[in-house]
């Protein structure tokens, strides 16, 4: 980050015009480790992504980003989407928990718009609340702790200031205490809080969530004041293990599709 760019927290757009036939994306958490995951993305750009005139990233695309500065390792991934959005995709990202310092630089080098988290847009036809989905984990209260301090635009600047070696080393104690603390959290606490998104669907004034962040992919019924909602979480991607998953959210005659890879 330079001087002049906001932090990353100030550079989202707010609005978001019609999504006309979107695929939707989240939790890749992709590295340079992680080199199956990583080609199996190449992939996607590659033979899936381009039948779709929107790509829409629903945060954690990397395992971790310390700042755009920091970036070598991800030049393929933006070579990827820059040239999505060179071909006339609009590629939209927003942050997850482990991306919120994903900035202007980056996102201009990918031809990509960074969007608050949550927003509003019509989805194929249907007025949809879009976000990563971390906001709504109400029953975690370390964790909305950790997230309002890394959300906040000060603690953006700061941290970006510090030298690469410290950022590093933070990012990864953080990691370490993150994954300790999960490891005793009941499961329950790590799922979005039913009334949270009672109460985001009737301030957005609509029927239909799309998020990630809990890799917990299905479409989830929601019984709104006596009326049915839909809430569809997205797959994580995972092809490092024995059993790799990974999978995208698509629009058939204007209802989602929830698509697994099988390969
Ligand atoms: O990431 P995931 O899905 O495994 O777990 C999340 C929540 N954890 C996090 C933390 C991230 O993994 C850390 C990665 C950050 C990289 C970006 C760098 C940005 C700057 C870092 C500045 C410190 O998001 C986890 C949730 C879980 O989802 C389910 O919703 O439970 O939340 C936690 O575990 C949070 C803990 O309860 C509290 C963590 C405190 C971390 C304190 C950091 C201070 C570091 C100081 C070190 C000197
Ligand atoms: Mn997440």
Redesign the pocket.
């Known amino acids: 980050m330079n001087l002049v760019d906001p932090p990353p927290a100030l550079a989202v757009s707010g609005v978001l015009a019609p999504l006309i036939n979107p695929v939707f994306i989240s939790d890749l958490h992709l590295a340079v480790e992680r080199r199956t995951t990583l080609q199996r993305f190449f992939r996607f750009m590659q033979v899936d992504a381009p039948r779709y005139r929107e790509l829409v990233i629903l945060g954690d695309l990397f395992e971790?980003?310390?700042g755009d500065d920091a970036a070598p390792a991800a030049k393929p991934v933006i070579s990827g989407l820059r040239q999505a959005s060179a071909s006339g995709q609009r590629v939209f990202l927003m942050h997850g928990?482990?991306?919120?310092?994903l900035g202007h630089d980056f996102a201009s080098a990918a031809g990509a718009t960074l969007l608050a988290d949550p927003i509003v847009a019509e989805v194929a036809g249907t007025a949809t609340l879009l976000s990563h989905g971390?906001v709504w984990?109400t029953r975690?209260v370390?964790?909305q702790q950790?997230r309002s301090m890394?959300r906040d635009a000060e603690f953006q600047r700061s941290?970006l200031a510090k030298p690469l070696d410290q950022r590093i080393a933070?990012?990864k104690?953080?990691?370490m205490?993150?994954?300790t603390?999960?490891s005793i959290?009941a499961m329950d606490i790590?799922d979005v809080t039913p009334d949270a998104i009672d109460t985001a669907l009737r301030d957005a004034g609509v029927r239909r969530i799309i998020h990630g962040?809990t890799h917990r992919p299905a479409m989830h019924e929601v019984d709104l004041d006596g009326a049915r909602a839909e809430r569809w979480v997205l797959p994580d991607w995972d092809f490092e293990g024995a059993v790799p998953r990974g999978g995208y959210l698509e629009f058939v005659e204007g209802r989602p599709r929830m698509v697994f890879f099988d390969d």
């Open positions: 971790f980003w310390i928990n482990r991306d919120p310092l971390d984990c975690d370390a964790y950790f890394v941290f933070i990012a104690s953080a990691r205490l993150s994954d603390e999960k959290k790590m962040h």
